[in-house]
T-cell receptor, first 116, second 114 residues
Framework: GAVVSQHPSRVICKSGTSVKIECRSL??????MFWYRQFPKQSLMLMAT?????????EQGVEKDKFLINHASLTLSTLTVTSAHPEDSSFYIC????????????FGPGTRLTVL | QKEVEQNSGPLSVPEGAIASLNCTYS??????FFWYRQYSGKSPELIMF????GDKEDGRFTAQLNKASQYVSLLIRDSQPSDSATYLC??????????????FGKGTLLTVNP
């Protein structure tokens, strides 16, 4: 149990376009979902925390108008990178926690974004 | 700002040896400590977590926590080539009221040589 999926696994887009990444909890209801970004040879940096039905909480330095997060249901959160630029190329990973087990995060497989 | 420090490595050990990975953290109020393994190009996978001072063993892995020294370690016994990966230390809890948010170290690259 506690499987998290992400789609797509890999995306290449042109500069200036928007890209949507989906994060789904497949066999549990996720009370909270997290979005991380990881640049090569760097650690995971938390971008934002989202709870179903409420606005996401962004970490300092993360532009909320550029990285739009929608957590419409207890099993789905989406991250939209708007007007993507080459510096947004990164590995985006989501994670989720479930009710009564909020201390453990279950990670999705990640999405590799390349902006040309 | 919370910080989690790890030696970046690479740490190289021969097959069958014990690999020792170390991590220190800055927030004395941190409550939970996690070790993740990350293969290149993949997302992290949880190896184990520890909350209390002392040792916690799970198969070939042993986590050690010393809150007084703000230090947590991971020992891998009988290291296998398949253990070659980056090991991430993560911490949550503590100050700021964000008990569930993880702060990650940069990771230690472990290479187990056959």
């Amino acid at each position: 149990g506690a499987v998290v999926s992400q789609h797509p696994s890999r995306v290449i887009c042109k500069s200036g376009t928007s890209v949507k990444i989906e994060c789904r909890s497949l066999d549990f209801q996720a009370t909270t979902m997290f979005w991380y970004r990881q640049f090569p040879k760097q650690s995971l940096m938390l971008m934002a925390t989202s709870n179903e039905g409420s606005k996401a909480t962004y970490e300092q330095g993360v532009e909320k108008d550029k990285f739009l997060i929608n957590h419409a249901s207890l099993t789905l959160s989406t991250l939209t990178v708007t007007s993507a630029h080459p510096e947004d190329s990164s590995f985006y990973i989501c994670s989720a926690t479930r009710l009564l087990q909020t201390n453990e995060q279950f990670f999705g497989p990640g999405t590799r974004l390349t902006v040309l | 700002q919370k910080e989690v420090e790890q030696n970046s490595g690479p740490l190289s050990v021969p097959e069958g040896a014990i690999a020792s990975l170390n991590c220190t953290y800055s927030d004395r109020g941190s409550q939970s400590f996690f070790w993740y393994r990350q293969y290149s190009g993949k997302s992290p996978e949880l190896i184990m977590f520890i909350y209390s001072n002392g040792d916690k063993e799970d198969g070939r892995f042993t986590a050690q926590l010393n809150k007084a020294s703000q230090y947590v370690s991971l020992l891998i016994r009988d290291s296998q080539p398949s253990d070659s990966a980056t090991y991430l230390c993560a911490v949550n809890g503590g100050s700021g009221g964000s008990n569930y948010k993880l702060t990650f170290g940069k990771g230690t690259l472990l290479t187990v040589n056959p």
